[in-house]
């Protein structure tokens, strides 16, 4: 009764560190360290050698959860070996799966008999029992981990004729790694025992090959019949593994039965016997989904468990006077796969720019690894934790190294579609619409009134044709969906794509978008739920008019407010997402912005995560807040929450104001133009646009042909001949560039004379070559004026920059149809006249 008890205080401690093992496992994963290593090291730390909490004693107390453990492990192994997804490739895997086989464990297994003399607990062995030693080592240093190889080509989204050679290798191996080790523990023992390896042997040894095939068979009729029943997933899932952990104490049994009766003793591998089970379960029976998902469930708490009691059970001890034989052992393993992938890959008639860098893809171990030495512990416990903490040193410089040189590898093949960094928006937010249809041309109206710089795109080229110049919208015609094509509408410039498409249209264009623009904002329209998980993959916002107006109905009913408010049917009310942008919002917590009273911050989007915001939320630079109020109020706010307005307009005056005017107290006089408030609303600014020459040139040219035609427009207003005018443009232009951003240039002269200003507006869609650094400016100011206008001139500067910072002017700006229009442009800006 005693004993039962200390059993029980065992299970419950053990769970409790297994939990912590599993934050810290998360903390590891930060830095960008393996999962189990995290596991490990809570291990080693818990463990006799450190803080004592889980004693020799309890590991032994707590075996059951090693076989359980092994059980799930050799279960993961057969159903990853899916039959159909090797047939493609499957001439390339089965060679390099041999040369890898071959290399690694012949290479790896006489290093280690060679290395003898330095391995304490080898030193006075027999040969005989050096050879077992060193083939057992070898058979698990063989090992893979399909796991990780997974994991890597799922963050990559890699595919292609190397990565599934990859991955065809990586899950065979396991199969072949369990299969090598049951033949190598049957010869191990054989040499630890002294039986000779005669035709007796042979024949014991084929005896227990298929007994193990044979239990496999039945264990696989188990496995599906416990599938089959219509009970819940959690008594499933406890059937499951009591299946494994039975075959493990079957094996167990006989081996002590005929130890007990017989001469020779029945040496069964339960990895075998699981693995055969679970891949027959997987490839011929019709449960393969739901035993898969099974598996997965159950696999973190399981993992957790067996690889925090691995570190618990490393021998601290022989780790340290051995390190330097796990090292040397990893870097012969390295070079055995190197031979056994390239000599394999040849053979294959692979590529040589894949067969030089595939052994980078196959060192990575984990589990199989890892439950092999914990079996050699378990069976040969004389020896075998000493030689486990060894082994499983190696595993974990593998498991470090191993995915980052796997990245690599397919990198340097051209195999990784992996999503593009995302464009830093600025200006005016652009939309592209895929699909002429009613639904669209809608939408683009909607954007439209919302300051929405949008295209329409079709491939339907003809009926683009008839009906683009009767259009009020910007519709565009394609030939194909490819790249090239994507790329000439400026799809990296676009902060939203809709596409309107059949499924693999949109797929395919959300592709693009995902590995060639980086766009964050993508939504589709699903036509068949099939293709749902397609779409997830790529983060993409699936709209489902399946669903849709039944969830909205169902919004209507139990939120009616909310639900009006979000579809903009609540008068003067909105809702949009900010990006701060603001530096001087940074750490300031929501309650301290002083909002307008009818604005509320409804959510902070960070980093990808959403942030049920409160008054002490800090806001950080990037965020992106979701705003709902009037729409007064947000577009106010939107300026706040964007760059700091008085330094931008401080440091855009700053730049442009030419040395005549220039004097110390500029700083002042202009914050003093920028915070003024008058009540006029026709300013003198306001009249000379009225009166202002308005250029609309069609297409691109160079500066220099540009102020040539300023210089003819101009000259007669300010009495100037146009050379001179050409040359005090040139001149300013060389003492420094009046191209504030890539597309806005503000030229600006002084002339002699007195009681002279004149203003000139241009637009030139294609574009002006300013600079390499404006390689298209498309909005132009041109001041000209006598120095006695010192004062006026300061205030139109502040007037323009202060123009061209308002939301969506650009889109104004390039959409308006004549000149008039461009000029109504300037004189219907917002905010107060300061000229």
Known sequence: MESQLEILVFIIGFVVISLSSREIGQYF????????????????????FVLGLISADSVKHLGFIDELSLAVIAFAAGSELFLKDLRSRFRSIRWVTIGLVLS???????????LADFIPFMRTMPESGRVAVAILAGAILVARSPSSAIAVVNELRARGPFTQTVLGVTVIMDVVVITVFAVNSSVADALLTGLTLDLSFVMLFIAELSLSLALGYVLAKVLQLILSFPIDRLVKTGLVLLG?????????????????????????????????????TTNYSNYRGEFTKLLHDVALPVYVAFFTLTGASLQLDILASTWQIAIALFAVRVGAIFLGSFAGGTIAGDPLSHNRVSWMSYITQAGVGLGLAKEVAVEFPEWGTALATIIISVIVLNQIIGPPLFKWAVHLVGEAHTRAEPHDFSGPRDAIIFGIEGQSLALARQLLSHGWQVKVVSRKVDYVKEIGDQSDIDIHAISSLDFESLKGLQAGQAEAIVALLSDEENYKISELAYEHFGTENVIVRLNDRANLGRFHELGVLIVDPATAIVNLLDHFVRSPSAASLLLG??????????????AN?????????????????????????????????????????????SVTSLEHLSLRFDTNREYELLDIVGRVTPAQLATRSIETEVKEIIREKTGVRRSRFD???????????????????FFHQVADEMAAKVNVEPAALFDLLMEREKEHSTAITPGLAIPHIIIEGEHTFNILLARCREGITFSEAAPKVQVIFVLIGTSDERNFHLRALSSIAELVGEPHFENRWLRARSETALRNVVLMRKGTRHA
């Open 29 to 48: 994963v930060k830095l960008r360290l393996p999962l189990i290593s995290g596991f490990l090291f809570t291990g080693i730390i818990a463990g006799p």
């Open 687 to 705: 009249e000379l646009v009225e009166q202002s020459t308005v250029m609309d040139i069609p297409q691109s040219i160079s500066m220099e042909a």
């Open 244 to 280: 494994g952990y039975g075959v493990f104490a079957l094996s167990a049994w006989i081996r002590h039965a005929t130890h007990a009766r017989f001469a020779f003793e029945v040496l069964l591998e339960p990895l075998l016997i699981c693995m055969i089970g679970s891949f027959l």
């Open 585 to 629: 919002l940074h750490g300031v917590a929501i309650r301290d912005l002083r909002l307008p009273l009818d604005v509320h911050i409804l959510s902070v989007h960070r980093k990808g995560h959403m942030l049920i915001s409160h008054g002490y939320t800090r806001l950080e630079l990037g965020d992106q807040v979701s705003v709902v109020g």
């Open 104 to 114: 690694t464990f012949t290479i790896t297994s006489v290093t280690v008999y060679m």
């Open 569 to 582: 049917m609540e008068q003067d009310q909105s809702v949009i997402d900010l990006e701060v942008r603001n």
